[in-house]
């Protein structure tokens, strides 16, 4: 796909000049920032009832494109909250149309890790024209013009002119509901704040040690024996559809997660024998460890397992998981020192975990998916695919920047998770902390940078759930947000940033996400979801 | 009032041996754990079809009563969540009737300081019967009733004697309305999570240096310029007595503070020539420090305005503030000096603080208000014999300070350990739940000065989004510890599985109460 022409180019430098200039107006404007734009001073009025969405005469997408149809409904919503039909009468106004033109026709696909997220904005009296390669780059464009409309009691809008793009092609939050359960519902509300802030990715970490809600066809008793409860605490085949489904509306990837050989305690309950058991000297203590990894049946079970989720999750990528493995019960165990005999791992047990994580990844590499897993696959793993993806969790700055460098260098895709761990809070304005970010500041060579494919906020599950998900997560990952989407030199000041995230955090209750103060003020309309 | 009879105490006594008997059915039980009950293992089955709350016939107040009329209806919908007219038939169960008897009837009147709450609780087959000295005490036997049904996906109960009073008299929870707005309707589902956990004060800190939200009639220009918005983030009158009406029918009542004299740059906005002017050198720099002190017109506003607020809000104490003073405008302002100088304060500002207060107090005491007051009045008062009620809120040996104040014989409420607005993990349910009020060196009668505790929400990070998650079910900690008996609830770990399911209870009726830790409630919270 075409980046970015020669003549794209000088236009971003024109505008970058011309945003130098009128930054007094970025306050009113968009989250996160685009990276380049130009827009007039003027306000001119807005009328809902002469407002129209509709296609480019050049548009590969037409009418009938889901994406697009179903975004111009919503996003109709989204700009004129209080409009009910015939109420207002406004026919002093002159017409306004968005036209939207799309390169390709991708309106039944997935977005996927090369889609492109690009788009041209032009708003001119009576009109907008936004033009983009994907629907998924004129979904990021319809979020951004519904921001630029400014709304007192009545809607306005300024004449503009944007390019934008995103920083980085991955921009994900991780859910955690084996830890706690999290209904359907608290699912999609989060997938439509996700699109307020343009993350692209939902990071399903769907199963843990504390339950196991995925109803697998294959192996029903997985769920109806590790859930905490095998009718209520479950996602059927239908509620993993109707995820995916709702997150491809707003050009989100579903990035499933089923985290093996370590945090699978709830998989043993439906699926006898696949967990090692733990022995007491010589007999069994009667607990279990990590999954077995010296029995053929245990990669039976994964290839099956594997073999079902790749056909239920679209997209190419699977995260596999291979973090904070404990030893101990493997070393208990004597067919487990018995297989390492025999393979001659010695009594390095990194070489078992390699092992099986190696089985595991050739495992989803046969069912063409390309495999993320956490940091701690690559401190064992001798032989890893080229395209696996690392997933950084560990460490304060100074660690995650080595750690940075030295799986780059090795040639290796990176995912940065480490300081957006958002689960964890701390009295005061810790968004800053999230905003300061800087992904891509390690020693290495420009090559080395370029394989920092995106960033992820994560919401581990221990004291999360529905009650206390959407203010935990909103807006303090929209600071991550920012990082993410835009040039890193233009938001690099926190004390700039902060009436912006004021300012977007009301428009976030606006749209009726629970998302709680940064600090001492109001905003315009106070959630009112009590 | 009668607190307690011989034959009472002996019953508790007795009561409370059969329950370090049978400890072994308090998980299933009642947040906050009751002061002595036995009951028995077997389950009986209740059917909404044929459950009735009912007046014992000796009881003083009978049908019509405001405060119980409306507590059964809506007991009724908490004991049968799936309850609708008519889809259920159960016509095997036999009847079930909760009759409530008291002694007084105060069925239009407020819950005050001296309010009863105690209450004698006895279930047998087909019927309860619920004793309590006031319709308050009656309100707290109906909440333990409606957490002793168990739900299954039918409603059970069990046989029951209790005998249960809280060990404080206050038990407050504070919200702060001026650094963030709080809508009317997240006021009033509080005051419904508060009375689930038997908390009986609401202490609201309506107005501070960020807002001025309250509408005052005399001063109508007080929210009119110092609110976030005048006509959006105010609470009119209406809005006032529409809380303090919903407390009352939950036997909650409601504390207004009014702080003063720091803590008032909102105040500014709508009443000029309230706040001192601050000096930069020689000239006023056109910023203000706190209320002036040195000017009659400042007393003459503050009576005004106290005699309105004294009759808007009905209880019979008042919160007057009086913390965190910053003595360095005073001190620039030539005025302020000047009166220093007659009044013959030397350059003690702390004087002038305390002849500030003293006048304050002065007024709500002729208006017949017991006032409340934060320690710093205390640490600076010399004399102190004008203070009444002293709440303790700063960090440290707070302990050595309740000493310091129940030796002066004045009266004490703790706040310093129960800082809510401070979220986990390191300010856990357990930190709140594992304090000793009366761990202090002092003789039975010191002791008897501390009247309890109160839970601080202030806003600065919180506002309706966050608000419910972060107070519940850590304030439900703190409540366990102001009303139950502390021998009986000093063990987290025996603790931590009654709290989950009073969690998932809190869930059940709609109250966004966030988790402790890994696991499930049955029912989890859908309102999203």
Same mark, same amino acid.
């Given at each position: 796909?075409?980046?970015?022409?020669?003549?794209? !180019?000088?236009?971003?430098?024109?505008?970058?000049?011309?945003?130098?200039?009128?930054?007094?107006?970025?306050?009113?404007?968009?989250?996160?920032?685009?990276?380049?734009?130009?827009?007039?001073?003027?306000?001119?009025?807005?009328?809902?009832? /002469?407002?129209?969405?509709?296609?480019?005469?050049?548009?590969?997408?037409?009418?009938?494109?889901?994406?697009? =149809?179903?975004?111009?409904?919503?996003?109709?919503?989204?700009?004129?909250?209080?409009?009910?039909?015939?109420? $207002?009468?406004?026919?002093?106004?002159?017409?306004?149309?968005?036209?939207?033109?799309?390169?390709?026709?991708?309106?039944?696909?997935?977005?996927?890790?090369?889609?492109?997220?690009?788009?041209?904005?032009?708003?001119?009296?009576?009109?907008?024209?936004?033009?983009?390669?994907?629907?998924?780059? /004129?979904?990021?464009?319809?979020?951004?013009?519904? %921001?630029?409309?400014? %709304?007192?009691?009545?809607?306005?809008?300024?004449?503009?002119?944007?390019?934008?793009?995103?920083?980085?092609?991955?921009?994900?939050?991780?859910?955690?509901?084996? !830890?706690?359960? $999290?209904?359907?519902?608290?699912?999609?509300?989060?997938?439509?704040?996700? /699109?307020?802030?343009?993350?692209?990715?939902?990071?399903?970490?769907?199963?843990?040690?504390?339950?196991?809600?995925?109803? +697998? *066809?294959?192996?029903?008793?997985?769920?109806?024996?590790?859930?905490?409860?095998?009718?209520?605490?479950?996602?059927?085949?239908?509620?993993?559809?109707?995820?995916?489904?709702?997150?491809?509306?707003?050009?989100?990837?579903?990035?499933?997660?089923?985290?093996?050989?370590?945090?699978?305690?709830?998989?043993?309950?439906?699926?006898?024998?696949?967990?090692?058991?733990?022995?007491?000297?010589?007999?069994?203590?009667?607990?279990?460890?990590?999954?077995?990894?010296?029995?053929? +049946?245990?990669?039976?079970?994964?290839?099956?397992?594997?073999?079902?989720?790749?056909?239920?999750?679209?997209?190419?990528?699977?995260?596999?998981?291979?973090?904070?493995?404990?030893?101990?019960?493997?070393?208990?165990?004597?067919?487990?020192?018995?297989?390492? %005999?025999?393979?001659?791992?010695?009594?390095?047990?990194?070489?078992?975990?390699?092992?099986?994580?190696?089985?595991?990844?050739?495992?989803? +590499?046969?069912?063409?998916?390309?495999?993320?897993?956490?940091?701690?696959?690559?401190?064992?793993?001798? !032989?890893?695919?080229?395209?696996?993806? $690392?997933?950084?969790?560990?460490?304060?700055?100074?660690?995650?920047?080595?750690?940075? +460098?030295?799986?780059?260098?090795?040639?290796?895709?990176?995912?940065?998770?480490?300081?957006?761990?958002?689960?964890?809070?701390?009295?005061?304005? =810790?968004?800053?902390?999230?905003?300061?970010?800087?992904?891509?500041?390690?020693?290495?060579?420009?090559?080395?940078?370029?394989?920092?494919?995106?960033?992820?906020?994560?919401?581990?599950?221990?004291?999360?759930?529905?009650?206390?998900?959407?203010?935990?997560?909103?807006?303090?990952? *929209?600071?991550?947000?920012?990082?993410?989407?835009?040039?890193?030199?233009?938001?690099?000041?926190?004390?700039?940033?902060?009436?912006?995230?004021?300012?977007?955090?009301?428009?976030?209750?606006?749209?009726?996400?629970?998302?709680?103060?940064?600090?001492?003020?109001?905003?315009?309309?106070?959630?009112?979801?009590?």
């Amino acid at each position: 796909m075409v980046r970015s022409g020669r003549y794209t !180019r000088l236009n971003v430098y024109l505008l970058i000049l011309s945003v130098l200039q009128l930054n007094l107006h970025t306050v009113e404007g968009v989250w996160p920032l685009p990276q380049a734009f130009t827009s007039s001073t003027e306000r001119y009025p807005l009328n809902p009832q /002469a407002f129209y969405f509709g296609y480019g005469r050049q548009s590969a997408a037409q009418q009938g494109c889901s994406v697009l =149809d179903s975004a111009f409904r919503r996003y109709f919503s989204l700009i004129f909250p209080d409009y009910t039909d015939g109420r $207002l009468h406004f026919s002093q106004y002159k017409p306004f149309t968005v036209e939207v033109s799309i390169d390709h026709d991708d309106c039944e696909g997935y977005p996927n890790e090369d889609s492109s997220e690009r788009y041209n904005l032009s708003v001119s009296a009576g009109q907008a024209s936004l033009k983009a390669e994907t629907v998924w780059g /004129a979904l990021r464009g319809l979020e951004t013009f519904s %921001q630029l409309v400014y %709304q007192n009691d009545f809607a306005y809008y300024r004449t503009l002119l944007m390019l934008n793009f995103p920083r980085f092609q991955f921009r994900g939050i991780l859910l955690d509901t084996s !830890r706690h359960y $999290l209904p359907v519902q608290a699912i999609l509300k989060t997938l439509d704040a996700m /699109a307020y802030s343009k993350f692209n990715v939902f990071h399903w970490h769907i199963v843990d040690d504390p339950s196991f809600p995925y109803q +697998s *066809s294959s192996f029903p008793d997985l769920s109806s024996k590790g859930a905490f409860h095998p009718m209520t605490h479950i996602y059927t085949q239908s509620d993993v559809r109707r995820v995916i489904s709702h997150a491809r509306l707003w050009g989100i990837r579903v990035l499933p997660e089923f985290d093996s050989p370590g945090h699978t305690t709830s998989w043993g309950k439906g699926q006898p024998g696949l967990l090692t058991p733990c022995y007491n000297g010589g007999t069994p203590s009667g607990t279990f460890g990590p999954v077995n990894p010296a029995l053929p +049946s245990t990669y039976q079970f994964m290839a099956r397992l594997f073999k079902e989720v790749s056909s239920v999750f679209p997209d190419s990528y699977i995260h596999l998981g291979g973090d904070e493995v404990d030893f101990s019960c493997w070393k208990s165990n004597p067919d487990v020192r018995a297989f390492m %005999q025999k393979m001659g791992f010695g009594s390095d047990f990194t070489k078992l975990e390699a092992f099986y994580m190696e089985n595991i990844v050739n495992i989803t +590499s046969a069912l063409n998916k390309t495999s993320i897993v956490w940091q701690d696959v690559f401190d064992y793993h001798e !032989r890893i695919p080229k395209d696996t993806v $690392l997933h950084i969790w560990k460490g304060i700055p100074a660690k995650y920047q080595e750690e940075l +460098s030295r799986i780059t260098k090795a040639g290796m895709r990176v995912l940065l998770a480490a300081p957006w761990y958002i689960n964890h809070i701390s009295y005061g304005q =810790d968004w800053r902390n999230y905003y300061t970010v800087q992904p891509q500041n390690f020693s290495g060579t420009e090559e080395q940078k370029k394989l920092v494919i995106g960033g992820e906020v994560c919401m581990w599950g221990e004291y999360v759930d529905a009650t206390n998900l959407s203010p935990r997560l909103w807006p303090r990952a *929209s600071a991550a947000a920012e990082r993410l989407w835009s040039d890193e030199k233009q938001t690099s000041n926190v004390d700039k940033a902060f009436p912006r995230l004021q300012d977007f955090r009301c428009k976030l209750l606006r749209r009726g996400i629970q998302a709680e103060p940064l600090y001492v003020g109001h905003c315009k309309h106070e959630y009112q979801g009590v």
